[in-house]
């Protein structure tokens, strides 16, 4: 078993509303995994039932090779979590919060505590009631990053982050890859996913839309092709897997399936091309696409 | 003040079961205990010679204070007139909290506050609502009190006593929600300044010290004198004290930030030491239950100085006829005394343990449970050391209070104690009630688990009266302690062996339903 999390089929219900309809998810052992979908999605409500914070109504679930519910315990020496809305007890410093975690996970490095609290900026001697909700963040990614765990699940961790934070986080996340650490990462921010992860998967309304590497998720997306043409090309209007098409004057812009590609190209060449752009789908577009096609 | 109104009707919104529920009992109360002293009294003959009787028990004078007229109005407000105060007095402290410290500490202040809305708003509404709600509450007992035949107004003088009693308390509450940025320290700051002030009333009625009654809201309730001579003057005077609270707590929370407290932060330590859930768990219950050995420690001393001049004052054939009925004979008045007292406080030492009973609930609400979750710490393990401190806070409190009345009462420190610590059966299980209910029914775990303790309360009130029948009353578990003070009692080892084995099970059944549930954070 080399999946640091397996789940295959997930439900949970919460009274009427469908949380997970049928949710698959894969990591591997050793890589980033970007967790991506809007609000509401079910990213939350799918880390809590790793966690064995929420039993799940059906389908199968394994973390780390164990069972997230009935060996939680045991499972939870080899991972740290940073939920996606941190709250903290009032009355403790934020050392006394990281020391706290630290110790109930088996120790912390002390030099890695010190060079974190350095470079995120963070006051350890101020009261948990104080910080902001980015502080808050800082003080759980401490205590997370510092500890010698296996697995780490991070939800929506940079949102009460500033950019310069983030980069920080970014750094921190690389060098756990390095280190061989797994991390899965929810997010909807997608610029930070592009930069992490090494594969991705989508999920929406409780279901996995897609997985993948991004050159797989690539590969499914269209390409968005603008071109000024010499004569007329009427032959790419009946073209299938092309979409979106205009033409303003001598300028042409479409939506071109992948592998519809080589007969649009060849399509361009017979009337002639004077200037041609392509662009890769960015994040957003694939993102907007899913949602588009199950909103339908 | 800019959206008070849209505040207004969140709040009522947001409790729309648990006020009209509030003020429809509240308001239906006078009426009821009018009708039934009416039934049992029949005449001026029985209502004069009940009187005497009730005067000359320092229990009830304790509690109620003195009669001012044996008429069936002035029977009515001498019984509830510091009840209500009572029920009404926490009720309002707790909505006060709610909506003022509770938001701030939830952040969902912070989110309201970024609308349009003033800065005083909040604490403005709060008050405003609970304000009224008590305005409401006595003004509707008075037509079903003149329609049962009283004076109409002597009538509302009564019901403006009763929202008067609530009013000093939402007062209270909203000084002591801008003190401290903890929504549970503000609560018990107030409940706590509540029941020394009871404390106070009940030593200068019992006590035969008239003037310290003008010393306590819960002695001003009754000062009015409804259907005793009405003297509305008074209710002025209670107007001004809750203004000036008002505008203090108003000129409390322009000095500080929003979320925090008055005291300043100091820097903590940069390490920490607390090495798991039970470390924890001492850190975050030490301060409350200090604070609530500290109040019921000067409660103790207050009933025994009020209970030891009893004896030698009150040595009349009436009285020892009063404490050989509810005692045996030889019982000491004192001895009677101090036994009605000590049921009501062991109510109020259940109170104090359902603070950390709930608490475990209160971590999993506000979502922190869920990050100490994901750690190694188990579940059990996790509510486990939240448990044994609402195991171990009522044999402390009950210890204090016992210890600290047997001391000033007559020195038989052992035998005062012993008498309190038998109630600690009944309060664990409470406790097991509380914890079956977390278990089992997260989100009304705290709601609900109040509202039973209320009713006790209440029910010990109503049985009095035989507005509730035996039957009714057995359900509270207060009523199965034996009272040790007094011979007679019956062998208290079996009571409390069924209580402490009933709060056991049901504690059980509350952390079986714990594991198996999911976890439920309030978001």
Redesign the interface.
């Given at each position: 078993m080399n999946a640091a999390v397996h789940a295959d089929g997930l439900v949970k219900t919460f009274g009427q509303t469908k949380a997970l309809d049928g949710l698959d998810l894969t990591v591997k052992t050793g890589e980033v995994h970007g967790f991506l979908g809007p609000n509401g999605a079910g990213k939350t409500t799918t880390i809590?039932i790793l966690?064995g914070?929420?039993?799940a109504d059906g389908g199968r679930i394994a973390l780390l090779g164990g069972d997230p519910w009935h060996e939680?315990?045991?499972l939870?020496?080899r991972?740290?979590?940073v939920?996606g809305?941190?709250?903290?007890?009032?009355?403790?410093?934020g050392?006394?919060?990281?020391?706290?975690?630290g110790?109930?996970?088996?120790g912390l490095n002390p030099r890695r505590r010190a060079e974190l609290l350095e470079r995120f900026e963070l006051?350890?001697?101020?009261?948990c009631?104080?910080y902001s909700k980015g502080n808050r963040q800082k003080v759980?990614l401490v205590a997370a990053f510092a500890s010698d765990v296996e697995l780490l699940?991070l939800d929506e961790p940079t949102s009460g982050l500033d950019p310069l934070m983030e980069a920080v986080f970014n750094e921190c996340v690389l060098q756990e890859k390095r280190e061989g650490r797994t991390v899965l990462l929810s997010s909807h921010i997608l610029s930070e996913v592009e930069t992490l992860c090494d594969r991705v998967s989508i999920i929406r309304a409780g279901r996995s839309v897609e997985s993948g590497s991004l050159a797989d998720l690539r590969h499914l997306a269209r390409t968005s092709v603008t071109a000024e043409l010499i004569g007329p090309a009427p032959g790419l209007a009946v073209l299938p897997g092309v979409y979106d098409l205009t033409m303003d004057g001598a300028r042409l812009r479409c939506q071109v399936d992948g592998d519809a590609l080589t007969a649009v190209l060849a399509e361009l060449a017979r009337a002639g091309v004077r200037t041609l752009t392509t662009q890769p789908p960015t994040l957003e577009e694939l993102f907007l696409r899913h949602y588009e096609g199950a909103a339908r | 003040m800019t959206g008070t109104w849209a505040l207004i009707r969140l709040i009522v919104r947001r409790d729309r079961v648990l006020l009209p529920v509030w003020i429809a009992i509240t308001a239906l109360l006078p009426a009821g205990i009018a009708s039934t002293t009416t039934d049992l009294y029949a005449d001026q003959a029985a209502r004069d010679s009940f009187a005497t009787v009730s005067a000359s028990n320092p229990a009830q004078l304790a509690m109620r204070g003195p009669i001012y007229d044996a008429s069936v109005g002035g029977l009515t407000a001498w019984t509830l007139g510091s009840s209500l105060a009572l029920i009404g007095g926490l009720i309002s402290i707790l909505l006060v909290i709610r909506h003022t410290r509770v938001e701030e500490e939830t952040g969902r202040r912070e989110l309201l506050g970024s609308g349009v809305i003033g800065r005083h708003a909040p604490l403005a509404t709060a008050l405003a609502v609970v304000l009224a709600a008590n305005l409401l509450l006595g003004l509707l007992s008075v037509p079903a009190l003149v329609a049962g035949g009283l004076p109409a107004g002597s009538s509302l003088l009564f019901g403006l006593s009763t929202a008067a009693g609530g009013w000093v308390f939402a007062a209270v509450a909203a000084v002591a929600a801008q003190l401290t940025a903890s929504s549970g320290t503000a609560r018990g700051l107030a409940i706590g300044a509540g029941g020394l002030l009871f404390a106070l009333r009940a030593l200068a009625d019992a006590g035969g010290i008239g003037w310290l009654a003008w010393l306590s809201p819960f002695g001003w309730v009754r000062l009015t004198k409804p259907y005793a001579g009405d003297r509305w003057w008074v209710l002025g005077l209670i107007a001004v004290f809750v203004a000036a609270l008002a505008a203090a707590a108003f000129a409390l929370s322009t000095r500080r930030d929003v979320a925090g407290g008055l005291l300043p932060a100091r820097p903590g330590p940069t390490t920490g030491t607390l090495s798991g859930s039970f470390g924890l768990a001492a850190r975050l219950h030490r301060g409350t239950l200090a604070g609530f050995a500290i109040g019921f420690g000067l409660m103790g001393v207050l009933l025994g100085v009020a209970a030891r001049g009893l004896d030698a004052q009150v040595d009349t054939p009436q009285f020892r006829e009063l404490a050989a009925t509810i005692g045996g004979t030889d019982a000491r008045i004192s001895d009677v005394f101090f036994t009605f007292v000590m049921y009501v406080l062991s109510q109020l030492v259940a109170g104090a343990a359902l603070v950390s009973a709930l608490r475990a609930r209160g971590e999993e609400a506000a979502g922190r449970a869920e990050l100490l979750l994901s750690t190694p710490v188990g579940r059990l393990r996790w509510a486990l050391s939240h448990l044994v401190f609402a195991i171990l806070s009522p044999l402390l409190l009950l210890a204090v209070l016992g210890a600290a009345a047997g001391l000033a009462y007559d020195g038989d420190v052992a035998r005062v104690t012993g008498a309190t610590l038998a109630y600690l059966p009944a309060v664990w299980t409470v406790v097991g009630i509380a914890m079956l209910l977390f278990g089992m029914l997260p989100r009304l775990a705290a709601a609900v688990s109040w509202t039973m303790l209320g009713l006790f309360l209440v029910v010990d009130l109503l049985a009095e009266f035989k507005l509730a029948s035996g039957i009714v009353l057995d359900l509270s578990p207060f009523v199965h302690v034996p009272a040790m003070l007094l011979r007679g009692a019956s062998s208290p080892v079996a009571p409390l062996l069924e209580l402490t084995v009933a709060a056991v099970t049901l504690a059980t059944a509350g952390l079986a339903f714990l594991r198996r549930r999911d976890l439920m954070p309030s978001a």
């Open positions: 809590r966690l914070q929420m039993r939680a315990t045991e939870h020496r991972l740290a979590y939920p809305d941190v709250t903290l007890w009032p009355s403790l410093t050392g006394e919060v990281i020391d706290l975690l110790r109930v996970r088996g006051d350890p001697r101020k009261k009631r104080i759980a699940v | -």
